[in-house]
């Protein structure tokens, strides 16, 4: 099973690439966008995914600073 | 009075921190691989950047071989410091409370900086004078805890240095650069004492963390 996290810095935690690109974006002429936040992305095949979230707890992400969010890609899963 | 640092493929300042441990006491590597403690009294974590660290600083290391030893060591009442890279993999291992975060300045960031010892009766501080200049340099080092374990941090006196008036140049939570656990055995600090042992590089006062330790040591086995 393709298995999709995306791992966000906590809402309200100071994300400074986020806080750079949202300054560096009206430089290049794109105004109006705002809170810009950058994390990270991990995809990986499971055997089980039901150990997804385990996993990220444990290691892919730190739940103190960040949130995770798991998609799983195979159709009809 | 035996020092034993680790090493992590990826470590930099294991070499600075056996010379400074040395300093005040016997020291020697151990690698990564290992899970033999070698009846060393104290364990240094040191600075670096430990597997790399890929996913986040500390985050893989915390799980080698050694820091299973060391978890259980910590948990003994065996002292343990962390110094940089080896505060976050502490943090990571939930030995100490928090996480460490990028800078607020986006910036790796080596310089001088002043701390002030918050509490000096300690197994880590209590050599120390009321304030300490030693270097740091990093990019993940930006203290982080909510608000609530910060406040019982302050209350219960785990806060050990602060980053003087107008040198938190992390953006450091409370100006928070080293806490200790709530038994008070293991000790993180994101600047570098082991590089503030000799003259030569302008200061010595990262020594008193060191001789610290050794004190403590010496107080446990008589």
Request: charged share 20%; net charge negative; hydrophobic share 45%.
């Amino acid at each position: 099973m393709r298995a999709r996290v995306l791992i966000r810095p906590k809402a309200g935690i100071l994300d400074p690439q986020g806080e750079a690109v949202a300054r560096a974006l009206p430089a290049l002429g794109f105004t109006g966008a705002r809170n810009v936040h950058i994390g990270r992305l991990v995809e990986l095949d499971v055997e089980d995914p039901a150990q997804l979230d385990s996993m990220c707890e444990k290691l892919l992400a730190n739940p103190l600073i960040e949130d995770y969010e798991v998609q799983l890609l195979d159709p009809g899963a | 009075m035996r020092f034993g640092v680790l090493q992590f493929p990826g470590s930099c300042d294991e070499i600075d921190a056996l010379h400074a441990a040395r300093r005040v006491g016997d020291a020697e590597l151990l690698w990564h691989g290992t899970q033999d403690l070698k009846g060393v009294a104290a364990v240094v974590v040191p600075g670096g950047f430990s597997y790399g660290d890929y996913l986040r600083a500390g985050a893989i290391a915390r799980f080698a071989p050694v820091m299973e030893a060391v978890i259980s060591f910590a948990r003994e009442g065996g002292l343990v410091l962390g110094i940089c890279n080896g505060f976050q993999v502490l943090c990571e291992a939930h030995l100490l409370p928090g996480a460490l975060l990028p800078n607020a300045n986006r910036r790796f960031t080596s310089r001088q900086v002043q701390l002030e010892v918050v509490q000096g009766d300690t197994d880590f501080t209590r050599a120390c004078p009321a304030s300490l200049s030693i270097p740091a340099k990093h990019s993940w080092g930006r203290y982080y805890a909510d608000e609530a374990t910060l406040d019982e941090l302050e209350a219960s006196g785990q806060v050990l240095l602060r980053y003087a008036p107008t040198e938190n140049f992390n953006g450091s939570l409370r100006d928070i650069a080293g806490v200790r656990n709530a038994a008070g055995n293991v000790f993180g600090l994101m600047p570098h004492p082991e590089h503030a042992v000799d003259p030569l590089t302008g200061s010595t006062d990262g020594l008193c963390i060191f001789e610290s330790m050794r004190l403590a040591m010496e107080g446990a086995h008589a």
